[in-house]
DNA sequence: GATCCACGGGAATACACGGATG
DNA sequence: CATCCGTGTATTCCCGTGGATC
């Protein structure tokens, strides 16, 4: 356990012995400075990022692995640390009139999911390269789209852009991201990181290198999981036979682990334990969806979205029989302030994304018109509904 | 005044089924 | 028997409006 978490751990504990020390370090969608287990791929992404250290930039790339294998952490962290040990080597003022040279690329992370339009595309790469703060309204696409052709206009300086979560429902995809990223200027380079295997993707749009990211291994899971036990939880509050249960259990998805964890882990603490039981484990586990969206991505959806989600999630089942219902109940839960078309619009929209499902209700007899659908939950519903309470402070 | 984007609302379309039609 | 039609819902699609920001 690294210093920080030691000093939090102690920070957060008020002397009562709380389960549950650190939300944030059980939490699936935030990821450490190191990342376990994923040796031979932060190898291989660094021969990749090689030529960085000449001052050149590497090819496009695209990172691909199937959900829960790590691709966000491995490559957030990369970009990170290079973007640290890369900056302090030359002190750079960047403007968007005037980049003073350089010898080594910028490196800016894109997440896709706030980057969902052109302008937020460009706005998001401009915002990480210049100083400067860029307005996020009141100027057109054309003129982001220049500005930030100004900046990349000195070609003594590069950038290299990761842009992650490609090709999910709400995202743009390979093409499109190539097709945004590829006229802008050659010294803009890019690396993708999506689940899709190169294999579905047209040949066209992929870029020259493709980099695997593998599932985890059993062991790594035990691995990853005992680390984020040891930071986020009190001191022995998993067994290690629990650990390597829910990591078998996983299959190999570190998200799906971790979100297990956290529900269990919250499940406990709401018991007054002071570890968590084998039956906390157990409806942590079920509690989770399989396959299960990440949830980062809800997270990451607009406030009113995550507004609708958190009053379906405490509907009852009668009220989520059908799109109608649950409509009618949400749009008159407390906090909700949008009209029903909206909330009916929404819940139709997050379906469409595999957020929620609409289940079809079987026939019944003697009943007129089209059936209406039951919308059930695709995503950790206990995990979203802890940290949006407590991030809105509820 | 310009711009982006979320809302809201309504029109168009899809689906399910029983009954009529060819 | 296969198809079409009418009725009633469910679902999708689309676009004007307005808030917030520059």
Redesign the pocket.
Known sequence: MDLKSRIRRRQRNDGSTRLVVDYDAINPAVHVEEPTGRGPVLERLLDYVEPVFEGDLPPDAYVFGPSGSGKSAVVTALFEQLRRVLSQSASIIHTSTRVLTSDTPTFVYVDAREA?????LY?AILDGIVEE?V??????????RSRLQDALEPYDSSVLVAVDHVGEPETYGLAEIAGRLEPMADSLGWTAIGRAAPASIADDVLPPERIEVPSYERHALVDIVTERASSGLARRALQHEETRQLASWADGNAHDALAALFAAAHRAAGSGRSRIHHEDLSAGMDGIPRPSVSIGRVLAL????K?VLRALIDLDEAARE???AATAAIAASDGV??????????L??L??AGITE?V?HP?S?????????RVEPRFPTLVFRQLYDLRSGV
Do not use: C, M, W
């Open positions: 969902a339009s052109d302008f937020a706005h703060t307005p996020q309204q009141g100027i057109g696409l054309d003129s982001i607009s406030d009113n979205r507004v059908s799109v109608d302030d949008l009209s029903e078309s909206t909330v009916k619009r929404f139709y929209e379906a469409e609409r079809t026939r007899t003697g009943e007129i018109g089209r059936p209406p659908s």
